[in-house]
């Protein structure tokens, strides 16, 4: 089984920064992909940014140029560096995983998720 533990979630003021961090634990061979999703009030859940063992990277367009993702492999951790926050950027920020497990194959594994909340 797979868990992840997400952190660093909180109150900024628009224009801060917030640095969220997701460590997977448990019993798996690798990680395929490893990402952060949010969804705020009233709306669907969205990727926000994913990112690959090999460290190929996508963007939801919303967050280009503001946000970073990237994982460090040896310790199963995938970050979120959040700059330049607007208040649109308000949502619960869930982290993702696609482990692959023996005997299960290839899973996926939500982490419980974090509140973010940008005021203005």
């Known amino acids: 089984q797979v868990q992840l533990v997400e952190s660093g979630g909180g109150l900024v003021q628009a224009g801060g920064s917030l640095r969220l961090s997701c460590v997977a634990s448990g019993i798996f061979v690798s990680i395929r992909a490893m990402g952060w999703y949010r969804q705020a009030a009233g709306k669907e859940r969205e990727s926000v940014a994913t990112?690959?063992?090999?460290?190929?990277?996508d963007y939801a367009d919303s967050v280009k140029g503001r946000f970073t993702i990237s994982r460090d492999n040896a310790k199963n951790t995938v970050y979120l560096q959040m700059t330049g926050l607007k208040p649109e950027d308000t949502a619960v920020y869930y982290c993702n995983a696609q482990p692959f497990v023996l005997g299960r194959g290839d899973l996926e594994v939500w982490g419980r998720g974090i509140p973010v909340t940008v005021s203005s």
């Open positions: 990112v690959t063992r090999d460290g190929v990277t």
